[in-house]
């Protein structure tokens, strides 16, 4: 493993600010620091309401910070602070390095399951729209999809369905960074397999990854050590729902 994490949180700062509750402040980050290094996966966990989908969305460029630094170092750019970082440098980092799997599919409509997929690997430069199809039929295949699906819109699937098409789309090209935060929520025993699988594979290729795992029994599978977030401040039990 390198000396240098991929991964570098360093005191990072997150408030929500409530403007139809006349400003009320609500602080979910407060000095969070985490590292994570290449081939390494860390859980985050703690009680609902700890800002753990919260500091995904900061790791993701998502979400603004009020201080701290989020380095991550990639090996085809210079190391990039996310926390000071222009919307460009955010974009060139998710296509060149930074991959996530969110708990919700967001797509164009009329675009079909497999491009869907696919599009991920041309962004990152990786395939040419031939094998970037390929590499989307294996993974869809390998999720157990069916393939009278592959042609259709996400949007009319099931939600177990479009989740197995957003773990697709995170997994077919090559990240130094991977978010996963609940990929296995909505799937069967027999997919959980298979993500859990696609995760060892990841680790193995080098890629670090942060992820939330509500399934103890996927996180234990996969999780190298825990990191845990602990309440920023009193704050409203829904506070999650922010998020």
């Not at 910070?65 to 955010?90: C, F, H, K, N, Y």
């Not at 997994?171 to 995760?199: G, W, Y």
């Not at 992820?211 to 977030?229: M, N, P, Q, W, Y």
């Amino acid at each position: 493993m390198n000396s240098l994490p991929v991964l570098d949180v360093i005191g990072l700062r997150k408030t929500f600010t409530l403007h139809l509750r006349e400003g009320l402040q609500l602080p979910v980050l407060q000095g969070v620091s985490l590292a994570v290094g290449r081939g390494e996966c860390v859980a985050l966990v703690g009680p609902s309401g700890q800002g753990k989908s919260t500091l995904m969305k900061c790791l993701y460029g998502s979400y603004g910070a009020e201080g701290g630094q989020i380095w991550v170092r990639s090996a085809s750019s210079d190391a990039l602070d996310l926390v000071t970082a222009t919307p460009q440098q955010v974009l060139a980092l998710r296509r060149q390095a930074l991959a996530y799997v969110s708990q919700f599919l967001r797509v164009l409509p009329r675009v079909s399951a497999l491009e869907v997929v696919a599009e991920r690997a041309l962004d990152a430069g990786e395939s040419d729209e031939r094998r970037a199809r390929e590499r989307a039929a294996e993974l869809l295949a390998r999720l157990n999809l069916p393939k009278g699906l592959w042609g259709l819109p996400p949007a009319t699937f099931s939600g177990g369905e479009q989740q197995r098409v957003n773990i697709a789309r995170g997994f077919i090209a090559s990240a130094e960074l991977l978010l996963l935060d609940e990929p296995t929520a909505s799937l069967d025993a027999m997919n959980r397999r298979v993500v859990v699988q696609l995760i060892e594979e990841a680790k193995t290729r080098g890629t670090a990854i942060v992820g939330i795992f509500h399934d103890e029994e996927v996180r234990d599978a996969v999780a190298d050590r825990c990191h845990t977030l602990s309440a920023a401040a009193a704050a409203p039990t829904p506070l999650e729902e922010l998020a």
